[in-house]
């Protein structure tokens, strides 16, 4: 999707871009000036070890939940690599429909000393809202 119009600032409340751009499901985003992320503390995790699936709240600044975030990742990935794994994140509404979902591929570079200085092992993130229609990416620096 091609974005032909950017925001000016000058856009009466109600209309403009994000009326026009909105993908289904975000439009509250355009209501609130910022996010609080909270990770749910897994028990089986904090006593065991064993890395469990993330899930997290999204709410807005009054504490309230808006999206809930939760990773599809295999057990092996958690296990053996970590924060360097791939994982899908689906984040989800307060009615339980999907609104976006953030994909990042597996990169096993640990240890390449040949890429040291590049960037083939940086992480990229791929965004989609809705589902299925990537609107960007996230690429580590």
Request: aromatic letters at 10%; hydrophobic letters at 35%; a negative charge.
């Amino acid at each position: 999707m091609t974005v032909s119009m950017q925001p000016t600032g000058d856009e009466p409340k109600g209309f403009g871009w994000a009326d026009k751009f909105c993908p289904p499901g975000l439009e509250y985003l355009t209501q609130v000036d910022q996010l609080l992320v909270k990770q749910k503390v897994e028990l089986f995790e904090v006593f065991t070890g064993w890395e469990t699936r993330n899930r997290f709240v999204i709410a807005n600044s009054l504490g309230q939940q808006c999206y809930y975030a939760e990773e599809e990742s295999t057990a092996c990935m958690r296990q053996c690599c970590g924060g360097a794994r791939g994982f899908t994140m689906h984040i989800s509404d307060n009615a339980g429909q999907e609104v976006m979902r953030l994909n990042r591929e597996f990169k096993c570079c640990a240890g390449c000393c040949w890429c040291a200085n590049s960037d083939c092992c940086a992480f990229e993130l791929s965004v989609e809202a809705p589902v299925g229609n990537i609107v960007g990416y996230v690429r580590q620096a």
